[in-house]
């Protein structure tokens, strides 16, 4: 597509804020006004569009992306993100460990042990740690609290959320990215840490490399998303 528009601009509207081409005000892909609660959120997506060449890539607007599932899909009904945000809380990585003695072991006990105290503390519950593939689930009342945390989300934080936790395959990553006192690499580097030492035993292939990478940056944004959504601790638009 051609690119239709001269001129990208931000505007308050009730509510929130809003960006224009040429003046008028966008929607979001399922008709409703895109309006985001933060100038800092529009900045960022009109940047997006000011960013565009003479043709279009789609692939350019995450931001919008994100924006509009946030606006169209679980602002309107929050359940559907929580629904799919629960399954990396009860598999999550970062509570599954290799066998006692392995080195593997050690290196995750240092790098995730850190991390889910701070998450437990955080939501006072108790997180279960487990040996090898078997499933085990999460107290009754560590779910529950986790199911009141997510409740109590915004549909812009939740819509975020839902990456965050599928890019990394861990909530407890993905509510450390939130928090925004951590660099997202080092969170993302720390949820992949067995991909990345298996990769380091035997060396990359290419196209896993390729996706790692494309994981990482998709975890990046969705952090940046979350923070600009609420303007704290905002990364520059």
Known sequence: ?????????????AGGWQVTLDGRGLKTQGGAPQIVPTRA????LAQEWAAQGETIDPAGFVLRDMADYA????S????????AIMPFAETDTLCYLADEGDALRERQEEVWEPLVLAAEKALDCRFSRVTG???????AETRARIAEDLAAMDGFTLAALQNLASLSASLIAGLAALDGGQDAETLFAAA???????????GWEAEALSRRDAR???FALARDFALLARDADAPEP
Do not use: C, S
């Open 133 to 139: 593939i078997t499933y085990a689930p999460h107290p």
């Open 76 to 83: 309107r009904d929050p359940v559907i993100a929580i629904a």
């Open 1 to 13: 597509m051609k690119r239709f528009y001269k001129d990208v601009d931000v505007r308050a509207e």
């Open 41 to 44: 959120l529009a900045d960022a």
């Open 71 to 74: 606006i169209d899909r679980v």
């Open 216 to 218: 990482a940056r998709g």
């Open 192 to 202: 992949n840490l067995e991909e990345d030492w298996q990769a380091q035993q035997w």
